[in-house]
């Protein structure tokens, strides 16, 4: 009777499995299946060679300007990574820890209110915002600060930052936010009782569990920033070009797939390696400060 009944519910859990898994095959495996395949094909304008090479990829991790290309990527998602998070953390402190829990509901409220404008709009505000005659130029030349418009805050790798950190923003708050709203305030208590002062009660206590929602939003930043294309296209100018924007060239005016999937998945392995390293780090920080 008993083996009936779990292979009742295995056959349950395989039914309510089985179009997610699918689905995960569906727009996920395959597409990266067919990608990898055709990293190792060659073309010639409009036609596909299939014989097997590693040109690509050689050619992906040797040429300057891609290798280029793939290190601004990474340096530009860690610097709008650590920016957004280290903003984020603090606001999420307020939010869960200071403000009163009948104005969490509207903070959280606020917080997700970037999302009702077009990403694309808020990229062409930031272009107003930074522009050579922008909102930032015209007020200082106006105060007398300056006497010409600065150049060095549009159209290069310090427009991108600031505006991918201001679109991702909020990804990174709520997550944080999430987990601090299950700690226990009980600990916090105790630790009290027994004479922690409050920095110590941070570093022993909220810190180290609510670094799940520190994780979990350094990868919802970290991962999508290193492929965005839209931002640098439109405020990056050709200083602020990222790795995913020469893969677009690839794929639609250069007519050379081949190369944009081996650089796409140059790109998929570096993001994987960094992350997981960083994931490692935080679970090694993790024990020691359980074994503390």
Known sequence: MKSLQMDSDA????????????????????????????SFWTQDFLT????????????????????????????????????????????????SFVAPNNRKALLVFLITI??????????????????????????????????????????????????????WLPFAVLPIFVVMEKVNRSYLEAAQDLGDTPFQRFRRITLPLSMPGVVA?????????IGDYVTPKLVGGPGGLMIANMI???????????????????????VSSVAGI????????LKSEGAA
């Open 11 to 38: 056959r349950r859990g395989l039914s309510q499995i089985s179009l997610p898994f699918a689905f995960s095959i569906l727009l996920l495996a395959a597409p990266l299946a067919i990608l990898l395949a055709m």
């Open 114 to 167: 970037p999302f009702w404008t077009s990403y694309l709009m808020r990229i062409f505000l930031w272009k107003v915002i930074l522009g050579f005659n922008g909102v930032v130029n015209g007020s200082l030349m106006g105060l007398g600060i300056i006497d010409t418009p600065l150049d060095w805050i549009s159209y290069n790798q310090f427009a991108v930052t600031i505006t991918l950190s201001h679109a």
């Open 217 to 225: 939003a350094t990868l919802i930043v970290f991962i999508p920033t």
């Open 48 to 95: 596909l060679d299939r014989t097997f090479t590693v040109a690509n990829f050689k050619e992906a991790w040797t040429n300057p300007i891609y290798r280029t290309l793939m290190l601004r990527s990474l340096k530009i998602s860690i610097i709008v990574t650590m920016l957004t998070v280290g903003l984020a953390y603090p606001a999420a402190y307020y939010m």
């Open 248 to 270: 677009e060239v690839q794929f639609k005016n250069a007519n050379n797939a081949p190369l944009g999937a081996a650089l796409a998945l140059s790109a998929l392995v570096l």
């Open 278 to 285: 960083y994931v490692w780090l935080n679970r090694r920080y």
